[in-house]
């Protein structure tokens, strides 16, 4: 989220889920559509030191400005209207206005500036839109050599060029929703069981965020930055949405998290954004967990483990909820899956391989937004309810859909005790081992957050007592993870430093959160292998000859040759000699091309060739590319 007008794109698509109608005040919107307010929670509020800003308090259009907009205190305007000074308002420096050398741009910012230092307040919204209409329409008479039709066409205008120039954040929006499962039996529950699950809802976004200001919320220390010190917990406005855009049930959080957070020393600095950013699927693991402990422990309900793919970890959803009710309540995630895919092979024949997470989870949300519908009138939530409810008794039938929550809870009473109790002396070496395997699944080496997370997943297959019991068992498991399956891989600190320049841990200052890398035992002898493999003998041979004709009948076919790269590949893996033979080379060298006659002349020699990918999508491409069978790794090792 940026600086300056980022804002305003909460208010239209966040704090009212994309129902903020034009210049209608938030609270306006939530008064008449029942729609609950955004919530200020957070440890770093108590440096915030205002009744209108303490855990639980109702987040304003006017707070959300001054904060997330400016920096400043969200209670900046009324303060100044106390009397209290502009500057007095400020946490830390100001955000910095980027305007890219835009004459447009950098005139409203030494308006607004003026404007400041003349009546040592924040201009309102409407003198705002004031100066943008009086600098917009000079600047718009020169680029377009017309007057504007009307102030609607500046604004417009002016607003465009705004979101040519990037901001500087001022904060992060943390995502919180629950299993599909939990959310359709929300949906169509009694208001009494509904706002039970609402409530450990919120119970589960706030201990998640203490897990986040615990693990991975940092700001920095002294010259450049160099230092990384802790905090005094973080600022944020948590916004809850009942529904997606296409309707179907989705309870979930936003969680805007404020840029600006305490040092120990109350000095207000900028979030260290990298921890925060590595702690993400850690902290979405801690809510999912939190989320399902609670709901089995206050409210009697079961979950059971669904493989969404063989090779994906288990989504822990309820006993007793339809399938097909969840895939009837997906509609957006399902219009938009033809597109991710089409875009999945658009990135493999443009980077020759499959898309990492990121960009994997990159192309999900564009084929999202690609497909989004047209906004909807915000409704209430009873009215959602009664739309909802008769879509399952549609789908179910009446009698199976006004029973179903009756039948689920039913169900979740009598299963209870099926999921067995931590015991440290029966659990805690198997849990180690699956946590271990859990985090290494999909790396060579580890850093904390990925540790983290696995410890987190693993211990979803048990129950525990009390919180106190799941976080003494967070941290045995934890500690044995690294005590004894772990090795060091990053170079220890052998510098000789007085205690002044070493943090709270012994590393010395520089060394930042999440930084060392680990690795196994196994790993190591696994690559070792690998490596002694490409020396060990292999006596399968193709013949030069046989080669040569091979590279002829291409050249006659497809009217060109392989350059002298793509020949010498070829003739390399065919004549290696060796157990492991492997060639690397950047996207767009044609690897492909070259294995398509690797491939034909080992099976003119009656060996088999398996092509092996890492997605399924991946898997396809290659095989039409190679001709052969293609298959994705994980369909060899997964059990």
Not at 160 to 189: C, E, H
Not at 371 to 389: N, Y
Request: charged fraction near 25%; include cysteine.
């Amino acid at each position: 989220m940026h600086a300056g007008g980022g804002y305003q794109y909460l208010l239209r698509s966040v704090a009212t889920n994309d129902a903020y109608a034009g210049r209608q005040q938030l609270h306006d919107y939530y008064a008449a559509k029942g729609t609950p307010q955004g919530r200020w929670i957070g440890k770093g509020l108590a440096g915030l030191a205002t009744q209108t800003t303490q855990r639980g308090t109702a987040v304003t259009e006017e707070q959300m400005s001054a904060l997330y907009g400016e920096g400043l205190h969200p209670d900046t305007d009324r303060l100044t209207d106390q009397g209290q000074s502009l500057d007095d308002c400020k946490l830390g420096r100001a955000f910095p206005v980027y305007t890219k050398n835009d004459e447009l741009l950098a005139e409203l910012a030494a308006a607004e500036r003026s404007f400041k230092t003349a009546n040592d307040r924040r201009p309102d919204e409407n003198e705002r839109t004031d100066m943008a209409i009086e600098v917009g329409t000079k600047h718009f008479f020169a680029a377009h050599d017309r007057g504007p039709e009307n102030n609607r066409e500046v604004i417009d205008w002016v607003n465009a060029r705004r979101n040519d120039v990037r901001q500087a954040v001022s904060g992060y929006d943390m995502t919180f929703s629950p299993m599909k499962s939990v959310s359709a039996l929300w949906a169509i529950a009694d208001k009494q069981t509904a706002n039970a699950i609402a409530s450990i809802h919120h119970r589960a976004v706030a201990s998640a965020l203490e897990f986040v200001q615990k693990e991975a919320l940092f700001t920095r220390d002294g010259f450049k930055g160099i230092q990384q010190v802790k905090t005094q917990g973080l600022i944020a406005a948590e916004f809850t949405h009942f529904d997606t855009r296409t309707g179907d049930p989705d309870l979930h959080s936003h969680v805007l998290v404020s840029n600006k957070v305490q040092n120990e020393n109350g000095e207000w600095r900028s979030i260290d954004g990298r921890p925060l950013h590595q702690a993400i699927a850690a902290s979405s693991q801690y809510y999912n967990a939190q989320l399902k402990r609670l709901l089995e422990r206050e409210t009697g309900l079961s979950f059971t483990p669904r493989f969404p793919e063989a090779s994906k970890q288990p989504i822990w959803e309820l006993d007793g909820v339809p399938q097909h009710l969840l895939q009837q309540w997906s509609g957006r995630r399902e219009m938009a899956r033809p597109l991710y895919k089409k875009a999945v092979a658009n990135y493999i024949a443009t980077h020759g391989h499959a898309p990492g997470v990121r960009a994997n989870h990159a192309l999900w949300q564009q084929a999202i937004l690609d497909t989004r519908d047209a906004k909807r009138p915000a409704e209430s939530l009873d009215d959602l309810r009664a739309q909802w409810m008769d879509s399952a008794r549609s789908l179910l039938g009446r009698s199976k859909a006004d029973s179903l929550v009756r039948n689920v809870l039913k169900r979740g009473r009598n299963k209870q005790g099926q999921q067995p109790f931590f015991d440290g002396q029966r659990n805690l070496v198997q849990a180690t081992r699956d946590a271990v395997e859990l985090a290494m699944s999909r790396r060579s080496s580890v850093r904390d957050n990925h540790v983290a997370t696995a410890v987190i997943q693993t211990l979803q297959n048990y129950r525990f007592t009390s919180e106190k019991h799941y976080l003494d068992t967070q941290a045995m498991v934890t500690k044995q993870v690294y005590d004894k399956h772990l090795i060091v891989l990053t170079p220890a600190d052998d510098v000789d430093v007085p205690a002044e320049l070493r943090s709270e841990s012994g590393a010395v200052i520089d060394r930042k959160a999440n930084d060392v890398a680990y690795t196994t035992q196994k790993h190591l002898d696994a690559e070792q292998n690998v490596v002694d493999s490409t020396q060990e003998p292999q006596p399968l041979f193709v013949e030069s000859t046989a080669i040569d004709r091979a590279l002829e009948q291409y050249t006659r076919q497809n009217g060109f040759s392989l350059n002298a790269g793509q020949e010498q590949m070829v003739r390399y893996l065919l004549n290696a000699g060796v157990m492991t033979a492997v060639a690397v080379g950047p996207a767009g060298t044609g690897k492909t091309t070259s294995m398509e006659l690797v491939t034909q002349l080992w099976e003119q020699q009656g060996r088999k060739v398996i092509g092996l990918a890492p997605s399924a999508a991946a898997a396809e491409v290659l095989q039409k590319d190679i001709g052969t069978e293609c298959v994705t790794i994980d369909s060899l090792t997964y059990h």
